[in-house]
């Protein structure tokens, strides 16, 4: 036993260098980081104003935003590598060749580069233009800390993200990662409140090949809504495996709310790791809180963004301001 302690002193000690590292980066970010620093300008101003009408043409943004902001935290942190073009970069990866919303950032990036060059870092405009869309969309308001820097170094082997069929148990388990407990990881998944994905994503697992079995459809979801995919949105058939399945129902697939939660009560879930939280009674508790009182999911889904925004954070001295967001200075 005391050899082992021995043994494991090196890594305890590295684990905790680690813990301090994080801990120093998100207690270097401050609320108004950028006042005073942009001339005349105010930087979460423009920040917010160029997200709402980019939101009054195009609602979906907001979906593309939280999505955007999640493929960029969790891995490495949040660091704007996911901004980054080129062969190899994290947008290379499979998991993010789908992820949208980069034009956006750009033109932020730019705009701001005119009133205050070298100021702005792309990770910050990424979390103040997310935040501003869930607000737009009927979310929480919630204010975030700003002061991160950009990161230069973006690998797409480094991109390892959750699975669309992941157990809640492997979900909890991939966002423990990131510093989140279970609860955190409900809440978060509440993100699929607004956005969609593509019937590819649930016909073998769901609704044609249930177990691996050939035409199974998956029991723990409603027959009524299996069958309304099945007939008129997923048809088992090749040329469907890019029609757009709404995470949500499509009159709330824009509208930050807690309607995702009551929907996996009624184990109307569309990916298999949404339903899994109701079907998991570890997890299915959380679920019931959330789904019966709005005002809850509302506050904990700003708490847990901005605990996400926080993640793996550089400041200080460390990483670069980039010029350009989608290439390092």
């Known amino acids: 036993m005391a050899s082992a302690a021995r043994m494991s002193a090196p890594a305890l000690m590295v684990t905790l260098a680690v813990l301090a590292l994080v801990a120093g980066g ?15 300008s105010d930087v979460e101003a423009v920040v917010q104003s160029l997200v709402k009408a980019r939101f009054a043409r195009e609602a979906a943004i907001v979906a593309y935003l939280l999505r955007l902001q999640f493929h960029e ?52 405009i990424e979390i103040l233009a997310t935040r501003d869309a869930v607000a737009l969309a009927g979310g929480p308001p919630y204010a975030v800390r700003t002061g991160r820097r950009d990161r230069r170094q973006s690998r797409a ?15 909890v388990a991939y966002y423990t990662r990131l510093g989140m407990n279970a609860y955190d990881t409900v809440v978060l998944l509440g993100a699929h409140t607004v956005g969609a994905t593509h019937c590819s994503a649930i016909k073998n697992s769901r609704l044609y090949g249930y177990g691996g079995k050939p035409g199974a459809t998956d029991p723990g979801m409603d027959p009524a809504t299996a069958s309304v995919y099945k007939r008129y949105v997923c048809p088992n058939v090749s040329s469907s495996d890019g029609n757009t399945v709404f995470l949500d129902d499509q009159w709330s697939a824009v509208k930050v709310d807690n309607h995702y939660y009551r929907n996996l009560q009624l184990r109307r879930g569309v990916l298999s790791v949404d339903q899994n939280l109701y079907n998991d009674g570890s997890t299915r508790w959380i679920v019931d809180q959330l789904a019966s009182n709005a005002g809850l999911f509302q506050s904990q889904f ?13 400041t200080g001295t460390q990483g670069e301001i980039r010029k350009v967001c989608s290439k390092f200075n």
Not at 97 to 111: F, H, N, P, Q, R
């Open 73 to 124: 935290c969790a891995v490495n942190g949040c660091d704007g590598s996911l901004l980054i073009d080129g062969p190899g970069t994290e947008k290379t990866a499979p998991p993010n060749l789908s992820v949208k919303g980069y034009d956006l950032i750009a033109t932020i990036k730019a705009e701001l580069e005119k009133k205050c060059p070298g100021v702005v870092s792309c990770s910050d």
């Open 157 to 171: 082997y480094d991109v390892k993200l959750p699975g669309a069929d992941y157990t809640a148990a492997q979900a």
């Open 26 to 40: 998100r207690a270097q970010l401050q609320y108004g980081f950028y006042k005073g620093k942009c001339n005349a």
């Open 302 to 314: 700003a708490r847990v963004l901005v605990k996400l925004s926080e993640v793996n954070v550089l």
